[in-house]
T-cell receptor, first 112, second 113 residues
Framework: LAKTTQPISMDSYEGQEVNITCSHN???????ITWYQQFPSQGPRFIIQ???TKVTNEVASLFIPADRKSSTLSLPRVSLSDTAVYYC?????????????FGAGTRLFVKA | DVKVTQSSRYLVKRTGEKVFLECVQD?????MFWYRQDPGLGLRLIYF???????EKGDIPEGYSVSREKKERFSLILESASTNQTSMYLC????????????FGPGTRLTVT
């Protein structure tokens, strides 16, 4: 599985757009990029996934350049409740047996 | 809504005890997982199961075993608990063909003294 590198922490203010970048230089052809969010004392929650270009849902956008060696999770107009740890995962986990690697994640702290 | 439940939120056990952590999901998911989460290390996969009675080792299976006798239930067993197994344990489940979208339980914080 491709190893991922993310910033350890980020600070932001309410109402700002936050972009968290993940590096995955060894991404394989079949790998997808998936992001999870984890609040304190809870299990991670799936946010978004993509293979290439841009994906958007009601929570976030995911930007993936053509070479797919990195990806950027974009959170529009964050609020205090977006304070959490965000994990970037890379792998082909669509079917059958697989292994998954959650790194240390990026701790986002949103200030008032 | 998918629901993944874990038998305990907090558990305190003594060194050498046999410990059972239970996980139940209600969405008919084929795949189930056990992770442990430690500060600074993220989540590490212990075991996963892709069908009843099937299991595969994850990244850190040593000191653990698992059991999956029914599709909805996946148990993690610590045969002889040790202090280095003090951790947060998280269970997750997903459909076979949607492995990237895992649903997690609330976690069990296990302390071994």
């Amino acid at each position: 599985l491709a190893k991922t590198t993310q910033p350890i922490s980020m600070d932001s203010y309410e109402g700002q757009e936050v972009n968290i970048t993940c590096s995955h230089n060894n991404i394989a052809t079949n790998d997808y990029i998936t992001w999870y969010q984890q609040f304190p004392s809870q299990g991670p929650r799936f946010i978004i996934q993509g293979y290439k270009t841009k994906v958007t849902n009601e929570v976030a956008s995911l930007f993936i350049p053509a070479d797919r060696k990195s990806s950027t999770l974009s959170l529009p107009r964050v609020s205090l409740s977006d304070t959490a740890v965000y994990y970037c995962l890379v792998g082909d986990m669509g079917t059958g047996g697989f292994k998954t690697i959650f790194g240390a994640g990026t701790r986002l702290f949103v200030k008032a | 809504d998918v629901k993944v439940t874990q038998s305990s939120r907090y558990l305190v056990k003594r060194t050498g005890e046999k410990v059972f952590l239970e996980c139940v999901q209600d969405m008919d998911h084929e795949n189930m997982f056990w992770y442990r989460q430690d500060p600074g290390l993220g989540l590490r996969l212990i075991y996963f199961s892709y069908d009843v009675k099937m299991k595969e080792k994850g990244d850190i299976p040593e000191g653990y075993s698992v059991s999956r006798e029914k599709k909805e239930r996946f148990s993690l067993i610590l045969e002889s608990a040790s202090t280095n197994q003090t951790s947060m344990y998280l269970c997750a489940s997903t459909f076979r063909d949607r492995g990237r979208e895992q649903y997690f339980g609330p976690g069990t914080r296990l302390t071994v003294t």
